[in-house]
T-cell receptor, first 115, second 117 residues
Framework: AQSVTQLDSQVPVFEEAPVELRCNYSSSVSVYLFWYVQYPNQGLQLLLKYLSGSTLVKGINGFEAEFNKSQTSFHLRKPSVHISDTAEYFC?????????????FGRGTSLIVHP | DSGVTQTPKHLITATGQRVTLRCSPRSGDLSVYWYQQSLDQGLQFLIQ???????AKGNILERFSAQQFPDLHSELNLSSLELGDSALYFC????????????????FGEGSWLTVV
C-alpha cells in the first residue's frame, strides 16, 4: 500500500515570499499524484494533478508541482504567496498498478501566510 | 462548488446512538468514496462504491456501513457511536474506475461534522 509523507506539518511564510510544500511517497511503478487545498470549514479542492507527461504541472491559483520519480517526490511551489493562500494542503497518491485508484493522503501541511 | 452534496453539515449526537450521513455525487459520477478526517488520524479512506456495488474497503469499522442506491446517492451509517467517532466525514465522487486518461480525479463535498457527546 502507498504511503505519503508531508515533511512539514506547518509552514509559516510572509506575504509575497515564495513557498515550497514537500511531499514524498513510497515507491511504486506507476502513480497518479495530486495536491488538494482545504480552506477553513470547507471541503478539499483539487489544486493540480500529475497523470503522465511533463513532470512540471501547473494548477490553479498560481501553484505548480514537480514530479520527481527518482526521488519519489511531488513538491508544491508558488513563487509569491498571498494571505488568501492560508489553508491546509494535502498531497495524495493513487496507485495505478494496484488498480484501485483510491488516493492515499498525507497528513497535511498548514500554510500560514503572514502580512 | 465541487458538485458533491453532503447532508447534514453538522450533527451532534450521544454515545451509543446511530446516525446516517447522506451524499449526492456529481452529476454523471458513478463512484462514491467516504473518508474520515480527524486530528489524530488525518484523512482516512473508509469505503468506495461504484455503480451500486462495494468496490473497496479501507479502515472502516464494523460499526459503520454504507450503501449506494440506484440513483447513485450514498449513505454512510454509523452505529453504537463512541466519542472517538467525532470527526469530519467527507464524501467524494469520480467518473469511473480504471478508465484511462481521467486520472480518476475525485471531487470532495464539504463534509459532515459529527460530534459525539
Amino acid at each position: 500500500a502507498q504511503s505519503v509523507t508531508q515533511l512539514d506539518s506547518q509552514v509559516p511564510v510572509f506575504e509575497e515570499a515564495p513557498v515550497e510544500l514537500r511531499c514524498n511517497y513510497s515507491s511504486s511503478v506507476s502513480v497518479y499524484l495530486f495536491w488538494y487545498v482545504q480552506y477553513p470549514n470547507q471541503g478539499l479542492q483539487l489544486l493540480l494533478k500529475y497523470l503522465s507527461g511533463s513532470t512540471l504541472v501547473k494548477g490553479i491559483n498560481g501553484f505548480e508541482a514537480e514530479f520527481n520519480k527518482s526521488q519519489t517526490s511531488f513538491h508544491l511551489r508558488k513563487p509569491s504567496v498571498h494571505i488568501s493562500d492560508t489553508a491546509e494542503y494535502f498531497c495524495a497518491v493513487s496507485d495505478i498498478a494496484g488498480g484501485s485508484y483510491i488516493p492515499t493522503f498525507g497528513r497535511g501541511t498548514s500554510l500560514i501566510v503572514h502580512p | 462548488d465541487s458538485g458533491v452534496t453532503q447532508t447534514p453539515k453538522h450533527l451532534i449526537t450521544a454515545t451509543g446512538q446511530r446516525v446516517t450521513l447522506r451524499c449526492s455525487p456529481r452529476s454523471g459520477d458513478l463512484s462514491v468514496y467516504w473518508y474520515q478526517q480527524s486530528l489524530d488520524q488525518g484523512l482516512q479512506f473508509l469505503i468506495q462504491y461504484y455503480n451500486g456495488e462495494e468496490r473497496a474497503k479501507g479502515n472502516i469499522l464494523e460499526r459503520f456501513s454504507a450503501q449506494q442506491f440506484p440513483d447513485l446517492h450514498s449513505e454512510l451509517n454509523l452505529s453504537s457511536l463512541e466519542l472517538g467517532d467525532s470527526a469530519l466525514y467527507f464524501c467524494a465522487s469520480s467518473e469511473a474506475i480504471g478508465q484511462g486518461g481521467s486520472g480518476n480525479t475525485i471531487y470532495f463535498g464539504e463534509g459532515s461534522w459529527l460530534t459525539v457527546v
